[in-house]
């Protein structure tokens, strides 16, 4: 059974930083690609990140390059996601998700598997 699990969020100031972690299990990700997502209250779910495991290229939204960062750890299977210099625009739900092989995409619905979520509130 394909599980991930999403932690590391929060509450935190603006300016500040968070890394969150997902922790990948259930399956081999080697030919995956590793995403994330966020959704705002009442707005659609949005792209975040992506890192294609295998050779760890990374791809990111336009307006986040330069303040967000996804890397990934095969030792421990994990994917992070680094936001610094966080905004209160950055509030969210935030999911890491998995998409079996094929081109990133950002389109959600396109993605396989999914974690729960976890909070990340940027207070002004």
């Known amino acids: 059974q394909v599980q991930l699990v999403e932690s590391g969020g929060g509450l935190v100031q603006a300016g500040g930083s968070l890394r969150l972690s997902c922790a990948a299990s259930?399956?081999?990700?080697?030919?995956?690609?590793m995403g994330w997502f966020r959704q705002a209250a009442g707005k659609e779910r949005e792209f975040v990140a992506a890192?294609?495991?295998?050779?760890?290229?990374?791809y990111y939204r336009d307006s986040l390059k330069g303040r967000f960062f996804i890397s990934r750890d095969n030792a421990k299977n994990t994917v992070y996601l680094q936001m610094n210099s966080l905004k209160p625009e950055d509030t969210a739900v935030y999911y890491c998700?998995?998409?079996?092989?094929?081109?990133?995409?950002?389109?959600?619905?396109?993605?396989?598997?999914w974690g729960q979520g976890t909070q990340v509130t940027v207070s002004s």
């Open positions: 890192i294609r495991w295998s050779s760890g290229n990374t």
């Open positions: 259930g399956r081999t990700f080697s030919n995956d690609i």
């Open positions: 998700t998995a998409r079996s092989g094929g081109p990133v995409v950002t389109n959600a619905t396109l993605y396989d598997y």
